[in-house]
């Protein structure tokens, strides 16, 4: 209700409340929220750590004496080199493959793209060992082959049995079945360029096979990367799967001593684990590093770092301690 004109309204102070804070502002310490789920989580983590690590130390059923034996023994050695080699064979022909496979897809060619798609279904359906043990027994269904006029005469042909080691094999199977994934790979990281980056490049006039070698897959790698760096440390893990067509890489080292000596299993095992988890974990880096160099141009900052954010949290630890300190 509004007051008539001319009458004189009275101000008074507001009472001082008795929760006002009697510090000033600035001296008032803020306290984070309490997350007491946070801390249960994190304490139990680290118990069920400390039991795993306890375990697998004490536990003399692993034998890390044994351990210590095999880790550089020159036959595992000699395995670990089959491994790298297979691995990287495979992964260079399968990411060509799969360059070759992915432009097939997205050509505008309706017998390219059919070809690439039914290649694609057929490799991805078919399990890796089945496609190892087919190539295998390949000289079971065609002795020579030849290359020549189709359904005419033949230039030259050669004994396939003798070209087909086991080493061949191994690569041209891994190899096959890694192009299959890798062209789905490229595929998706070709599209996940802007539209707009395309059209720039034509409006220039540029050639296309200049546009995709300049422009398109460099802004690809950086959804390729990741992605197949993926499919990379599948493939060191499906290297082991050769041992089924009689070339010992580390896995059939391991399982050939295992036979010989029995009682050494478990340390041999453990053997191959450790092996295996150095070869990934640097595959890992690299991926590191390789999306940080592609990361350029497209985000502000660059990501840290594990030596820059060490540094970081060293840092801020130290400021928190000095802030506790002071109060």
């Known amino acids: 209700m509004s007051e008539p004109p001319g009458a004189a309204v009275s101000v008074t102070e507001a009472p001082h409340r008795a929760d006002t804070p009697s510090q000033p502002l600035a001296a008032q310490r803020v306290l984070p929220l309490r997350r007491p789920g946070r801390w249960i989580a994190t304490a139990v983590v680290l118990v069920l750590a400390a039991q795993f690590v306890h375990g697998l130390v004490t536990n003399p059923f692993y034998q890390w004496d044994r351990f210590g034996y095999w880790f550089l023994r020159p036959t595992v050695l000699d395995g670990l080199v089959i491994t790298l080699e297979v691995a990287a064979y495979s992964a260079v022909l399968g990411l060509f493959g799969g360059i070759l496979l992915a432009l097939a897809r997205l050509s505008k060619s309706p017998v390219l793209r059919a070809a690439s798609w039914t290649y694609v279904w057929a490799l991805r359906s078919t399990p890796l060992i089945v496609l190892l043990l087919f190539l295998y027994n390949f000289s ?178 130290r400021a928190r301690a000095r802030r506790e300190t002071a109060i």
Not at 174 to 197: C, P, T
């Open 140 to 317: 079971a269904l065609y002795k020579t082959l030849s290359v020549g006029v189709p359904f005419g005469p033949a230039f030259f042909s050669f004994d396939e049995s003798r070209l087909a080691t086991d080493m061949v094999i191994a690569v041209i199977g891994l190899s096959l079945n890694e192009a299959a994934y890798a062209a789905e790979v490229v595929r998706g990281g070709i599209l996940s360029v802007d539209q707009g980056q395309h059209e720039a490049a034509s409006a220039l006039g540029l050639p296309k096979g200049y546009q995709f070698r300049k422009i398109v897959f460099p802004q690809a790698l950086r959804s390729i990367t990741p992605n197949y760096v993926n499919q990379l440390i599948g493939l060191i893990k499906s290297t082991s799967l050769v041992f089924y067509v009689s070339l010992l890489d580390l896995f059939g080292t391991v399982q050939s001593m295992g036979s010989t000596y029995p009682g050494d299993i478990v340390p041999l095992l453990l053997v191959a684990t450790v092996w295996y988890l150095i070869l990934t974990s640097a595959v890992s880096v690299v991926q590191f590093y390789v999306e940080r160099h592609y990361a350029r141009g497209a985000t502000r900052s660059l990501p840290p770092t594990p030596l820059q954010k060490l540094r970081a949290g060293l840092t801020d630890l």
